[in-house]
T-cell receptor
Framework: NAGVTQTPKFQVLKTGQSMTLQCAQD?????MSWYRQDPGMGLRLIHY???????DQGEVPNGYNVSRSTTEDFPLRLLSAAPSQTSVYFC???????????FGQGTRLTVV | SQQGEEDPQALSIQEGENATMNCSYK?????LQWYRQNSGRGLVHLIL?????REKHSGRLRVTLDTSKKSSSLLITASRAADTASYFC??????????FGAGTRLTVKP
């Protein structure tokens, strides 16, 4: 039982590059979300999805896009990376929107 | 914006001692959860307390919730070196978005 799997674990981008952070869960959870974690700031919600075909913005959505074509996958796209997007990104899923969330191991992204 | 704020930001204790962390939040909630994060890893759910509950236990963990003060505490008894981690509270309100605090970094010295 893999749970929530994020890839890659580490990534370095140059300013202006684009990339997709992958997230997959095998628990048939309806609710999936993306957070970023910055020092001293805790986790902040970027985007979330309550089911396939449905996405919504969280607290800090600017510069990020998401889509949810299947229940299992919830990729996060950075369209034009900026140094301010240097952070650790976590994907989470839960059954029916909560309350217990299962987190992936995180993707450490550095934008230079 | 962050909903929960943990206090203290950092806590260092000796193995065997108890560790207490506090969380304050701003708006009404449905439930409050505590998560642990080991260095470089994802968050792991520890315990959930609903808004109509005042205290909950799970093994060496004891959580209290005071909705009138909008605060919660997490007590870890008889701490172990393996308890060294960051601890986060997360609140769940009607918008179904979990809001996390900045965390308390606990160090348990052997």
């Amino acid at each position: 039982n893999a749970g929530v799997t994020q890839t890659p674990k580490f990534q370095v981008l140059k300013t202006g590059q684009s990339m997709t952070l992958q997230c997959a869960q095998d628990m048939n959870h309806e609710y999936m979300s993306w957070y970023r974690q910055d020092p001293g700031m805790g986790l902040r919600l970027i985007h979330y999805s309550v089911g396939a075909g449905i996405t919504d913005q969280g607290e800090v959505p600017n510069g990020y896009n998401v889509s949810r074509s299947t229940t299992e996958d919830f990729p996060l796209r950075l369209l034009s990376a900026a140094p301010s997007q240097t952070s650790v990104y976590f994907c989470a899923s839960s059954y029916g929107g909560g309350p217990e969330a299962f987190f992936g191991q995180g993707t450490r992204l550095t934008v230079v | 914006s962050q909903q929960g704020e943990e206090d203290p930001q950092a806590l260092s204790i000796q193995e065997g001692e108890n560790a207490t962390m506090n969380c304050s939040y701003k708006t009404s909630i449905n439930n409050l959860q505590w998560y642990r994060q080991n260095s470089g890893r994802g968050l792991v759910h520890l315990i959930l307390i609903r808004s109509n509950e005042r205290e909950k236990h799970s093994g060496r963990l004891r959580v209290t919730l005071d909705t009138s003060k909008k605060s919660s505490s997490l007590l870890i008894t008889a701490s172990r070196a393996a308890d060294t981690a960051s601890y986060f509270c997360a609140t769940d309100a009607d918008d179904n978005d979990m809001r996390f605090g900045a965390g308390t970094r606990l160090t348990v010295k052997p």
